[in-house]
């Protein structure tokens, strides 16, 4: 078991760029979480898909922010445009229903 | 979005003490999950809780589901350096996460 991949794992670009963050979920998982982590704000929960459908993007905050989930094994989550606000650290998670997620090792964004 | 509040927010610690850290929330939840996370890693499931008083270990830790359903507690008995680092609870299966509290341990 590969765990969850996330990449890249460390990412800096400049304000007004387009970000694109990725993650492979364990095969199995049927549901696939976005985290953000800051130290203001903590882990906050952006989005999360079931059987790649997403079913609560209420923590995503603006339209700048969006995530796809094509199929089961893959899932992107894109800011365009970045700002520097959004340097936070984004995890990735993934589950079985009923069962606690797994979480990927992160990638690091800095927006300078 | 909505947190969890734990309690303490930080604590130092000596090797081989017992460690006891709570959280609560104004909402009842159906489970309970506590998090370990380590420096540049995601938080590491240590113990989940799907009923109101169960109890679970995990070798030295030791997780409880509050009656009431709207706290939990972690304890770890006999400390080791290696236990330091953040610990999270989380609600729902984590959709909601804890404010988290930094253990540090001194050998």
């Known amino acids: 078991d590969a765990g969850v991949i996330q990449s890249p794992r460390h990412e800096v670009t400049e304000m007004g760029q387009e970000v694109t963050l990725r993650c492979k979920p364990i095969?199995?998982?049927?549901?696939l979480f976005w985290y953000r982590q800051t130290m203001m704000r903590g882990l906050e929960l952006l989005i999360y898909f079931n059987n790649n459908v997403p079913i609560d993007d209420s923590g995503m905050p603006e339209d700048r922010f969006s995530a796809k989930m094509p199929n089961a094994s893959f899932s992107t989550l894109k800011i365009q445009p970045s700002e520097p606000r959004d340097s936070a650290v984004y995890f990735c998670a993934s589950a079985k229903t009923g069962y606690g997620y797994t979480f990927g090792s992160g990638t690091r964004l800095t927006v300078v | 979005g909505q947190q969890l509040n734990q309690s303490p927010q930080s604590m130092f610690i000596q090797e081989g003490e017992d460690v006891s850290m709570n959280c609560t929330s104004s909402s009842i939840f159906n489970t309970w999950l506590w998090y370990k996370q380590d420096p540049g890693e995601g938080p590491v499931l240590l113990i989940a809780?799907?009923?109101?008083?169960e109890l679970t270990s995990n070798g030295r830790l030791t997780a409880q589901f509050g009656i009431t359903r709207k706290d939990s507690f972690l304890n770890i008995s006999a400390s080791i350096p290696s236990d330091v680092g953040i610990y999270f609870c989380a609600g729902q299966f984590g959709y909601i996460f804890g404010t988290g509290t930094r253990l540090k341990v001194l050998a």
């Open positions: 095969s199995g998982h049927n549901s």
């Open positions: 809780l799907y009923k109101a008083g």
